[in-house]
């Protein structure tokens, strides 16, 4: 990559490549303003699991702004494999021993931490002061105190940070924002919001606590409470939540099913599921004064679907990683903090930790600062 | 109605018409066993509200074995335009006042109480008096209290009582019932109900305290109740509500919308919503350990859907109100305890006072007896 793209990357040119999220009357429209040829980041992958290779890297193929330039893995034949079929230079490929050199590798813009929960923090870190942007996956790390360390970090080296928050940037989630911020249907009145699956593999390490810090919560909760936020657009400021194992050996470690509640400032409320022992929860519900707009399913990588009181919506199915690598690029051409920010993961942290705390008190109502 | 007729309504005569629900390999499916000639039971309503005026009576107008034969109606012109239009004659027709002469008229049979809540009781316990076999209307009773002294004064007098539960009568919510039974998807690991909708005209009995006892909980939170009940085929041990208000000048005697979480002796976890502010909400959702059900609507007079994860239900709609009373008709000719019996009603009312309860204690948890 050349200095002077560089220099624009950090904000020394401001005038560049927009994308307008125009989904306020209609299907998800994608501007490109500018008629400048198209500028790509260097993406990095950390963890090569099966997001990485299912999801992410196919993703990236279809961004517009975006490549897989680097590879960070401790298994050869995966780096050897991602290598061939993505075209990596050899000087990009790294080991979690190797990786800190990756501040002398000017051809990597961005890493993008796929890794187990519990390695998030030190990563996004570790990224952060070689001098990388960087794109961690959610839930952001096992406890806001680490999240708050990586925010920090990130900050310190005036480095940007985003969160895997992709239904943030998928036409349907953003239309159920539109409704509720545009008051289409009148105040927003109630929530409901869930999202499981059947756990297959019981050796993963989504099911060790000390890998994952959490079991369905950590995991897809995670999806039901980001809901309930952006749709609500308050903060809660209250939680009670409830846990059942009727597995307690596949699920010794952590979480299987949780139940919780919130209150938001105006009174709204959510009921919220999750689970690893169960599918067909995937849904994310908002009543209205005068409608109601519900998608089901909500949550999956792809086939969303939507209805509102006045019939079915209808936007196209875009690739969620592809949207969401592009808009963090977008941001970081534009130095302009995304709306999906470390800040917004500590968020969630703190609102995850308060259902474990919860829980932990026999379903007490934690009061959320 | 012939001295005959009477001892073989009374359990005299044991062989009897019999509906068979098969509702477990396909579509619904009524067989009358016997050839005999069809006995009607004589029906008097007691309220000729808007249930009653475009539920009940139309419904009656499609049973086997049951006839709208009286009318009890405080309001003169009522009386006069029922009478005209369903054919009652005078002498099966009464007042508020009148209603007790009522156990000297062998041609009623049946009294259906379709008051507002509060007076369920005493119209209950009035017919029951008087010799006659009782269907209520849901929620029996305003305090499980009150639905006790129904019970009892119905025993006491050697009469059946039912509860006007139509959906345990509906092939969606019989098939729910089967499946989480006949464990198809094995066993059941989570529910989700909610039902809800936004009231019109607030001068309404509903939302008067004194008559209805109650919110949107007593009059559609009990469906999802119910429905939860019935999925799991188990009585919940414990419950913790909560309750919002968006609109305190509408809602200012009864409860706009109420959350609440059930926890089931299996380990089950019921999530549940009602709402007297907001349309959408007629879900019932049952998690298994290999695939899932789902109503929705589910609690619609009309028009019910399901799906399983193997695919859509597909049975046929029946009229509610028809198919309850023609069973409640069975029932009372073969001399048989309801499954909507008036203990049923008592079990509601017990847990609907324990989510107020919870709800007036700061959300606490409540345990079940």
New interface residues.
Partial sequence: MSESRRSFLKGTTKKAIAVTFAASTGPFIITARAAEPERKLDFALVGLGSLATNQIAPGLQKTKYCRLAGLVSGTPEKRKKWAAQYNVPEKNIYTYETFDQIKDNPDIDVVYVVLPNAMHGEYTIRAAKAGKHVLCEKPMEISAQKCQEMVDACKKANRLLAIGYRCQFVPYHLEMMRISREKQFG?L??I?A?F?F?IGDPSQWRLKQALAGGGALMDVGIYALQGSRYTSGEEPIEV?A?E???DPVKFKEVDE?I?W?L?FP????A???T?Y?????NRL?A??????A?LDPAYSYDGLQGKT?KGPMNFPQVDHFATEMDDFAQCIMQNKKSKVSGEEGVRDLKILGAIYESIRN??K?IKLA
Same sequence: chains 1, 2.
Avoid: R, Y
């Avoid at 022992?277 to 929860?281: A, F, M, Q, R, T």
């Fill in positions: 105040p009145k109630l409901e869930s499981g059947k009670t409830f059942t194992k009727t099913s139940q509640h209150k105006n009174g709204v409320m009921n919220c599921s689970t022992n169960s599918n067909g929860l519900f009543g209205f004064d005068t409608g109601w519900q009181s026999g379903s109502t």
